[in-house]
């Protein structure tokens, strides 16, 4: 009895037997095409042409098919280096903006501590040079808060600087840390004269971060906008000529100016003593006891 073949022996068979036509037909074709070829040049040259005609679109569809498969692979490529790129400059744009502001910041630093030396130099008097390390906005009463106290040699109605200008005064002390009445504070008063004429003038705070100036004389408004109010020296406690603040604003009788050294962008300043020492007999410890 025979043995019947499994299905994929068959199948393997007839793959086999196709393989052996269509390479038979392939010689076969080749062979008629030679000898046409040198037969009959001319019949040869018109099937090749058109072959060609008839393979051409198939090979320019093939070609195109390629060059898009390409073009997708190669840009998806380009965009994922070009988003790459973009993310890894923004991180470097970052990095370069924090050192931008850590160099002015400390550029603005050095200036102010370079003139802090300087004013320090010119004023041999000085009893002690710190930080403001805090001052009050938003609350009516104008403080500060500086880097030294006692210890340093800092008393209570010692005046304060920076190099822009006046400060205040000290109200409070203790072994490390001191407090500052702001020029601007309602309750600071600073005899002072205009610059541009030597006029007699009063300052006091308005409790907003500027000053009052008021001449002592009634009459026609003496200030103009732009002017520069500085410390007379009289009662004794402020040494003459330290600028004080810069008019901004008229009034009827009177200007509103601001002050030329802000506590909040003065990073230093330093403590002298009375500009008379009789200055202390005057009781400026009144202000420690103020709200």
Do not use: C
């Amino acid at each position: 009895m025979a043995t019947q073949r499994p299905g994929w022996s068959r199948r393997a068979q007839y793959g086999l037997f196709f393989s052996f036509i269509a390479t038979v037909a392939g010689l076969l074709t080749g062979l008629v095409m030679l000898v046409l070829s040198l037969v009959a040049p001319n019949t040869y040259s018109a099937v090749r042409g058109a072959a060609l005609d008839t393979f051409s679109p198939i090979s320019g569809a093939l070609n195109e098919v390629s060059s898009t498969a390409g073009g997708l692979v190669s840009g998806a490529g380009n965009y994922w280096d070009a988003a790459h790129q973009n993310g890894k400059l923004k991180r470097e744009r970052e990095l370069m903006r924090r050192s931008i502001i850590e160099a002015k910041a400390i550029q603005q630093e050095n200036r102010q501590l370079k003139a802090m030396l300087q004013l320090r130099q010119r004023t041999p008097t000085t009893v002690a040079t710190g930080r403001i390390v805090g001052s009050s906005f938003t609350s009516p009463r104008r403080f500060a808060v500086f880097s030294a106290g006692r210890g340093d040699g800092v008393q209570i109605g010692m005046p304060v600087r920076s190099s822009d200008g006046l400060i205040g005064r000290v109200v409070d002390a203790g072994q490390t840390a001191s407090r500052i009445l702001l020029i601007s504070d309602r309750a600071n008063i600073v005899p002072a004269r205009l610059l541009r004429t030597g006029m007699p003038v009063i300052s006091q705070g308005r409790g907003d971060g500027t000053v009052d100036i008021r001449p002592l004389e009634v009459g026609r408004n003496p200030f103009k906008i732009g002017d520069i109010v500085i410390t007379s020296g009289t009662g004794g406690l402020y040494p003459p000529l330290v600028p004080i603040a810069r008019v901004v604003r008229l009034d009827d009788d009177g200007a509103i100016a601001r002050p030329l050294a802000d506590p909040s962008s003065a990073s230093f300043a330093i403590v002298e003593p009375p500009f008379e020492p009789d200055a202390f007999a005057a009781g400026p410890e009144a202000d420690a006891d103020a709200p």
